[in-house]
């Protein structure tokens, strides 16, 4: 007889802890291992578990139409298209009828056990409703926290309210050394802090300059609306982009900050570097303004100059350049691109070879060849 699969809640205290992305990459794992998962979305009314997926077209039907019987597991479960074995179960979009009881989400997840190998239940952040349908039938939970002291008096004031659940684990997410001992503090003080068993540290990935095509004042905006909120950024932009009224004061909000374009704005350059070595990621438009097709304008080798002088990769990024009212916007985002360079700086001629390379790329990723 196949032993029951496992219900394992991920939780956390407040947002911004990586928590959702973290339920998406371990089911993801655990599905091209060949086991059969379920990850279930417990956020109602603020789901984006299907947006981690890349399900957010796919998903009709949600947990509480299967724990009320209004349709079958195996209709609302939407298998990923590229991932065998990997199953979402989407939260509702809003809150709808009777809400579902603990003993309907206690008999969904008995049903999910004879089906999967695994359940992840994404809890949202928080100690409300939806905390409570993760864990109250969880055979184990997995409480994700960053180091920073907010974030680990939160997962300490959650740990208190999994008294039903035996098995409780810690994730470290987005670890940064310099962060430790800024907050002169060590995994050790995370664990007594929180009063878990450490389960696993997951590091910070390392600060990017992203370079992208340009087609459009509102680029900035629809890639910043399309990544999650905790996402450490900053964009440089042209200063005309910053006058424009209503625009303008979206962009500073989103964390653009200007440069003058036509003449050598050495502020605006050392405030890209300082962001990269802060640990910033940086979004720029090497192209310097708004073009529609490669070659049109000339590409600027100082983001090739700022990236080798920050230490960081160049990573390729292409905006569709066909935008209509209301309808989605494909951003696509390429592999890093490590400079080529020589000595300790490089040469100009180099900064240059590097941006183009990098533009190259990135219209590549459209299906768009550069001359």
């Known amino acids: 007889m196949t032993s029951p699969g496992q219900c394992i809640a991920v939780a956390s205290g407040k947002g911004g802890t990586g928590k959702t992305s973290f339920t998406a990459g371990v089911g993801a794992a655990l ?13 109602i009314g603020l789901r984006n578990l299907d947006l981690a997926l890349g399900l957010s077209d796919r998903t009709l039907m949600d947990f509480s139409d ?7 597991l195996e209709l609302a479960a939407v298998e990923h298209p590229k991932i065998p074995g990997l199953f979402l ?4 979009a809003r809150p709808h009828g009777r809400p579902v009881t603990e003993i309907q989400m206690a008999d969904l997840l008995r049903e999910v056990r004879r089906r999967f190998d695994f359940c992840l239940l994404d809890a949202p952040a928080g100690l409300g409703r939806g905390f409570q349908l993760a864990t109250c039938a969880a055979d184990r939970c997995v ?19 999994l008294y039903r659940i035996r098995q409780v684990h810690l994730v ?8 430790l001992r800024q907050l002169r503090t060590t995994i050790d003080d995370a664990m007594d802090t929180a009063g878990l068993p450490l389960l696993g540290v997951v590091p910070e990935d390392p600060q990017v300059m992203l370079c992208a095509n340009h087609s459009s004042a509102w680029d900035p905006i629809l890639f910043v609306a399309a990544i999650w909120t905790g996402y450490p950024l900053r964009i440089m932009a042209k200063k005309q982009l910053l ?6 004061s979206i962009l500073k909000a989103i964390g653009v900050f200007a440069v003058d374009r036509g003449n050598s704005d050495i502020l605006a350059v050392k405030t890209a570097i300082q962001s990269l ?8 438009f090497p192209e310097g303004t708004r073009v529609k097709n490669p070659g049109q304008a000339e590409v600027k080798g100082g983001a090739a100059m700022m990236a080798i002088r920050s230490g960081v990769d160049m990573v390729p990024m292409f905006i569709d350049t066909k935008k209509r009212l209301f309808r989605r916007v494909r951003i696509i ?16 001629e180099e900064y240059q070879a590097n941006a183009d390379e990098i533009m190259r790329r990135a219209y590549a990723l459209g299906g768009i060849t550069c001359r």
Do not use: F, H
């Open 143 to 161: 409480v994700v926290t960053t180091a920073d002291a907010s974030s680990l008096r939160d997962a300490q004031r959650t740990v208190e309210e």
């Open 89 to 92: 179960l989407t939260a509702p």
């Open 172 to 179: 470290m997410n987005r670890i940064q050394p310099k962060l």
């Open 333 to 348: 985002i390429g592999r890093p691109y490590s400079p080529v360079y020589t000595g300790r700086k490089g040469t100009a």
């Open 31 to 43: 599905a091209l291992s060949g086991r059969r998962v379920l990850c279930l979305d417990c956020d």
């Open 243 to 248: 006058r424009i009224p209503i625009l303008g």
């Open 66 to 72: 299967v724990a009320q019987n209004r349709c079958s």
């Open 277 to 284: 070595k802060q640990g910033w990621n940086l979004l720029i």
